[in-house]
């Protein structure tokens, strides 16, 4: 079993729609959780990180929930810009200090 | 004032031959990574090292080696290249001790083996 696993979609939405991506870690001995935005042929930028009690960067929101070993991220009023590739990574610290990718999930905002 | 920077952006090399990726980062961090992300897209951890251990994924081939002369590089050296190493190789760094700090990414090498 893959360590952390996400629907690769695609999600194809319009412009101002609400969508939400999950994804979902093995280990439960998982220390840290982020949201990492790719964009085609760039490199992995990070979105936000996610924190046990959720948190918000505007139109952004993400939740942990440890006891169903899944984060989510969910974004508001859709932009073209958000157009891309969003990462799941987890860092099984201390452990071992290394941060698992999900494959992604490719997000398309159509006008 | 690039945070994590690799080179060369974009390497073509025949089959056979050996090579080298070079990455420096100027953030103080003291753990850095080499990551090999083929053309499925799936980022697959291939080191990690700090001044302390080199954590090696064990399914990564004998030909691949990094090398560290200082916390602040990373190379990543390829010897005997094959066709199936095509694909482009992200460097990324980390504050290794504090485990909610996420990893600062490079902007990638794109690998091409004719």
């Known amino acids: 079993r893959k360590e952390v696993e996400q629907d690769p979609g695609p999600f194809n939405v319009p412009e101002g729609a609400t969508v939400a991506f999950n994804c979902t870690y093995s280990?439960?001995?998982?220390?840290?959780f982020f949201w990492y935005r790719q964009d085609c042929r760039k490199e992995p930028k990070l979105l936000m990180s996610?924190?046990?009690s959720g948190n918000e960067d505007g139109r952004f929101t993400a939740q942990l929930n440890r006891a169903s070993q899944y984060i989510s991220l969910l974004i508001r009023d859709s932009k073209l810009s958000d157009s891309a590739t969003y990462l799941c990574?987890?860092?099984?610290?201390?452990?071992?200090?290394?941060?698992?990718f999900g494959t992604g999930t490719s997000l398309t905002v159509i006008p | 004032d690039t945070a994590v920077s690799q080179t060369p952006k974009y390497l073509v090399t025949q089959m056979g031959n050996d090579k080298s990726i070079k990455c420096e980062q100027n953030?103080?961090?003291?753990?850095m990574y080499w990551y090999k992300q083929d053309s499925k897209k799936f980022l697959k951890i291939m080191f990690s090292?700090?001044?302390?251990?080199?954590?090696i994924n064990e399914t990564v081939p004998n030909r691949f080696s990094p090398k560290s002369p200082d916390k602040a590089h990373l190379n990543l050296h390829i010897n005997s290249l094959e066709l199936g190493d095509s694909a482009v190789y992200f460097c990324?760094?980390?504050?290794?001790?504090?485990?909610?700090?996420?990893?600062?990414f490079g902007d990638g090498t794109r690998l091409s083996i004719l």
């Open positions: 990574v987890v860092n099984m610290y201390p452990t071992g200090n290394q941060f698992y």
């Open positions: 996610v924190y046990s």
């Open positions: 990324a760094s980390s504050l290794g001790d504090i485990s909610n700090q996420p990893q600062h």
């Open positions: 953030l103080g961090h003291d753990t």
């Open positions: 090292y700090n001044n302390k251990e080199l954590i």
């Open positions: 280990n439960s001995a998982s220390q840290s």
